[in-house]
């Protein structure tokens, strides 16, 4: 089975992280959740200095499925009104990537 991860990033100052986390739940999963074609969604979070990085994968069936999503030129991030209440810092472009492999461990290993 086909599937492609979207790559999106941003950075907000670390006193809105947990806010804009909740937005971002409330946004851009929501929306891609509600999508055909949409598979699944992980977010990352790294801090540096008195910034957050957050990384958004969404994963998805097809480049169709991603266009239906965010519109006809899907290199483009799709972003939200609100977004600048929490003074987001974000990437205006996504990166499309073929899942070539796939493989979680769901039991604990000791």
């Known amino acids: 089975m086909q599937m492609i991860a979207r790559e ?15 937005y971002l739940y409330e946004t851009g999963i929501k929306d891609s959740s509600a999508t055909p074609g949409f598979l699944g969604a992980q977010i990352f979070r ?4 008195d910034k957050v990085e957050l990384t958004l994968i969404t994963y998805w069936d097809k480049l169709e499925s991603i266009e239906a999503f965010a519109g ?3 290199s483009v991030a799709r972003l939200y009104p ?7 810092e974000p ?3 996504v990166q499309h990537y073929e899942v070539i492999e796939r493989q979680f461990i ?3 290993r000791e």
């Open 72 to 74: 006809n030129d899907i």
């Open 106 to 108: 769901t039991e604990h």
């Open 8 to 22: 999106w990033k941003c950075r907000v100052p670390e006193v809105h992280s947990k806010g804009f986390t909740d």
């Open 91 to 93: 990437d205006l472009s």
């Open 82 to 88: 609100e977004d600048e209440v929490y003074q987001l």
């Open 46 to 49: 790294r801090s540096f200095d």
